[in-house]
C-alpha cells in the first residue's frame, strides 16, 4: 500500500489495546474476558459505541525522557528489547515527531497511557504494589495533562509493560463516510494484552459511560441482536478472537505471530442498491493502489445487490453492512502476517 507523508496525510495517528483476561464465569466456552468501553454520546469518535481503551498518539508518547528512565531501571537500549517484525505498518515508518525513539515503542505508550487514563488500569512492571488511592489520583493527572505520564511512573516506581503488548492488526478509517459527517479518520494500532487476572477499574466519566468485562462471542451476539454497537474493526476483531476458547492458546498465538508484523487495512467502501460492501485487502474487488486521501478518490457506487458481486469461487474478503447492527463478513482467503481469519458468525452465534 502506498505511503502517505504525515506531513500530508489528513488522518490522526492512534493506539488501543484488546485487553484479555480470565473469565469470571466458570462455565463459558471461552475462558477470558475482554475490556471494553462504552463511549459517550458527545464523544467525537463513534459516540456511544463500545470500544477497546485507546486513544491519539501524543507528543509526549515520543518524549525523550521515556529512554532516561528505563536506562534507569537497566533497559539502555529500548530498540533491542522491542520485537523486530519481518512487515512494519506505515505507521512505525513514518516519524510524526522529532525524536530518537522507536515509533514502536511510543504507540505501545500511548496505548498503555491511554488506558490508565480512560479505564483506570496501568499496565506495568514493579517490584512493589501501587497504593490504589494513589494510582486514582494520577489518572486524573495524566488524563488533564499527558507530559505528565512519565512523571507519573517515576514518582510510582514503575516502568510502562511494553513487552506485555504484542502487534496485532492496524485500521485506517475509510474515506467517503457521509453518515458520519463529522467523523474524524485515524490510523490505528492494535495491540493484545494477556493479564494474569482483571484488573480495578476506575473509568474516565468525561469519556465513558461503562466499562464492560465481557467474552469477546457476548459482544459480538449482543451487537448482532442490536443490544451493543461496536464499530467495524471492532466486529472483526472479537469476530477473530472467537478462534481462541484458551487465553493462554490465545497469548501463545499473539507472541508467535508478533514476529510476522502487522499491515496497514484500510476499507474501501461501495455503495450498492441494498447496503455497503466494504471491501479489505485480498479481495478480488480491492483496488491495487487504494486512494488513502478522500480528496483523491471517488465514492463508489455499484447499481446492482451486494450479493450479485459475491462471488465465493474468488479470493473475497469484505464486510456487508445491511443495516446498523446486520453486518456480515465474508471470508475465504489467507491473510497474510500469519493471522488468524475470522469465525464465521453461525459458530459464533452458537458459542455459549
Partial sequence: MRLTSAL????????????????????????????????SSNSSFFPSAYVFPGGRVSRDDYSEKWRNLYATNGIPDLEASLPQPKEQA???????????????????????????????????KSEQAIDADELKSWRKVVHNDASKFVDCCEQLGVIP???????????????????MHNLRRFDTAFYLCCMDHQPALNECDQEITSSHWESPASYFQSFIRGKTWLAPPQVYEVSRLCNFRDLKMLKQFAKQRESEGIERWMPVRVKCRDGIVALLPGDVMYPEFPQLEEAESKALTLPRDMSDYLDLSKPTHRFHFVSLYETVIHCNISLNCAHALPLPQSLILDIS
Fill in 8 to 39: 500530508c496525510r489528513s488522518w490522526r495517528n492512534a493506539s488501543t489495546i484488546i485487553l484479555a483476561a480470565p473469565s469470571g464465569v466458570a462455565s463459558c466456552a471461552l475462558n477470558y474476558d475482554v475490556l471494553m468501553l462504552k463511549r
Fill in 90 to 124: 506505515p505507521m512505525f515508518v513514518e516519524r510524526e515527531f522529532d525524536s530518537t525513539l522507536p515509533s514502536d515503542f511510543a504507540y505501545r505508550i500511548c496505548a498503555i497511557r491511554e488506558t490508565f487514563e480512560e479505564a483506570g488500569v496501568l499496565i506495568h
Fill in 161 to 179: 509493560d511494553v513487552w506485555s503488548l504484542h502487534e496485532w492488526s492496524d485500521w485506517l478509517t475509510p474515506t467517503h463516510m457521509p453518515e
